[in-house]
């Protein structure tokens, strides 16, 4: 399967000017031949805690941008939205997958960025979220959870593919490059990590978008601080043949 990631700057709590600039993105990636498309963390508004002005409702216009660049590029797309909870006081950190065929799946963030205040102003998810497409079975989480490898420990025997989209600050990149490489390595899998670029809110963002293979070499790496659209190629079958060659997490 072909995925792309696209590493993307985003206009501080204005969606329609996010979705004006990502449309031709993800086109250009479906054209590209991408069956899977990431967008960043909070895509449309930046990470911001102005849950009062930013929230959307559940198929609010966050997510129905997404349900429509799927339909129209025939390409599954995912980007994270503050997005209202049924079951919460705060919204969630929500993690949007929509498919060409009209489904959407969602991954509520589970580890909230405390030194931002994220855990003040969004409720934390509990659950993993894996789906298969095209074969490939992807996991999905946000920036933060990166730093908590159990949690893709626990997902490893379901998982192809683990799917982070982000806004990691330029200051710690080099944490966001190597836990992701990490990642890869001790679950023998692939990783796309998908970060912003720019300027948001007093922060820096560099991008350092990386996709990684199974055995933890760089399938493609995007340029700091550029925008950039990612492409690489994945194969839950490489990661069979890692795994049986190699079966490191079963000692």
């Not at 969004?122 to 894996?130: D, H």
């Not at 692939?190 to 978008?209: A, E, F, M, W």
Request: with cysteine.
């Amino acid at each position: 399967m072909r995925v792309g990631a696209v590493q993307h700057d985003i206009a501080w709590e204005n969606p329609e000017a996010n979705f004006a600039a990502l449309a031709p993105r993800i086109d250009e990636a479906a054209a590209r031949g991408a069956q899977f498309i990431a967008l960043t963390e909070m895509y449309s508004n930046g990470f911001s805690m102005n849950t009062a002005a930013i929230a959307e409702p559940i198929d609010g216009p966050s997510t129905a941008f997404l349900i429509e660049a799927a339909r129209r590029s025939g390409a599954w797309v995912c980007g994270s939205i503050p997005e209202l909870a049924v079951d919460a006081d705060k919204p969630y950190n929500c993690l949007v997958l929509a498919g060409p065929d009209g489904s959407v799946h969602r991954y509520a963030k589970k580890h909230r960025f405390a030194f931002a205040g994220e855990d003040e102003h969004y409720s934390a998810g509990s659950e993993n979220v894996t789906v298969t497409i095209a074969g490939v079975r992807l996991s999905l989480f946000v920036c933060f959870d990166l730093r908590f490898a159990p949690d893709f420990w626990d997902a490893a025997d379901d998982t192809d593919l683990y799917v982070v989209v982000a806004n990691w600050p330029a200051v710690r990149s080099a944490h966001w490059t190597t836990l992701l490489q990490a990642r890869a390595i001790e679950n023998q899998a692939y990783v796309l990590g998908v970060n912003r670029v720019g300027h948001g809110d007093g922060i820096d963002y560099t991008g350092d978008s990386r996709i990684f293979d199974p055995l933890g070499e760089t399938i493609a790496e995007a340029p700091a601080g550029e925008e950039v659209l990612l492409m690489g190629d994945v194969d839950a079958d490489v990661v069979a043949r890692v795994r049986s060659r190699f079966p490191f997490r079963g000692i």
